[in-house]
């Protein structure tokens, strides 16, 4: 089993719906939980983290752990077409590695 | 002024030839990385420095040699190159302290994507 596994999608989407984007992983040990988005020819960068179990917000993106189930959501509201992009899930332990999904391709249509 | 820059952006090339791609960061940050994008997508570690030193040195076949002359550089030479080693090659950078102890954020260049033919 893959440490993180990610739905490739694609995912396509009106402009203005919700977006629930998800991973799900298997190491216990990992305690911080990190969103990376990528546009096309691009470089990931970094979107938003967490830290353990919880919610954070961040303008119209959340982040969502639940370390008991092993699951880390990222909902997007009103999503816009320049949200259009491939999102890339990325949990940790401490040490220096992250460990990406494969991410989940996202377009939002106008 | 770019952040983590690598060259050659683009690079095509025959089985069998050696090539290298440069990477450059000007954030100062003590830590480097080459991460592997395959076709699929999906986005895996190959080595990291930190201080020029070789922190992560994932299973990767040894033609793949790293070398960091300095922090802010990190180079990738590839010997006998092989169709499978196509992919986007990114470079990245993170500090050290938080990358042990907190949220690693690094900051990727734009990637090198290498077909071989």
């Known amino acids: 089993q893959k440490e993180v596994e990610q739905d490739p999608g694609p995912l396509s989407v009106p402009e203005g719906a919700i977006v629930s984007l998800n991973c799900t992983y298997s190491?216990?040990?990992?305690?911080?939980f990190m969103w990376y988005r990528q546009y096309s020819r691009k470089g990931p960068e970094l979107l938003m983290y967490?830290?353990?179990?919880g919610n954070k917000e961040d303008g119209r993106f959340t982040a969502q752990v639940d370390k008991s189930s092993k699951y880390i959501s990222l909902f997007i509201r009103d999503s816009q077409p320049s949200d259009s992009a491939t999102y890339l899930c990325a949990p940790k332990t401490s040490g220096y590695a992250l460990n990406f999904g494969k991410g989940t391709s996202l377009l939002v249509t106008p | 002024d770019t952040a983590v820059s690598q060259t050659p952006k683009y690079l095509v090339t025959q089985m069998g030839n050696d090539k290298s791609i440069k990477c450059e960061q000007n954030?100062?940050?003590?830590?480097m990385y080459w991460y592997k994008q395959d076709s699929k997508k999906f986005l895996k570690i190959m080595f990291s420095?930190?201080?020029?030193?070789?922190?992560i040195n994932e299973t990767v076949p040894n033609r793949f040699s790293p070398k960091s002359p300095d922090k802010a550089h990190l180079n990738l030479h590839i010997n006998s190159l092989e169709l499978g080693d196509s992919a986007v090659y990114f470079c990245a950078s993170s500090l050290p302290g938080l990358a042990l102890s907190g949220a690693n954020v690094l900051t990727f260049g734009a990637g090198s994507r290498l077909t071989v033919l």
């Open positions: 190491n216990s040990a990992f305690q911080y």
């Open positions: 954030l100062g940050h003590d830590t």
């Open positions: 420095y930190n201080n020029k030193e070789l922190i």
């Open positions: 967490t830290y353990s179990s």
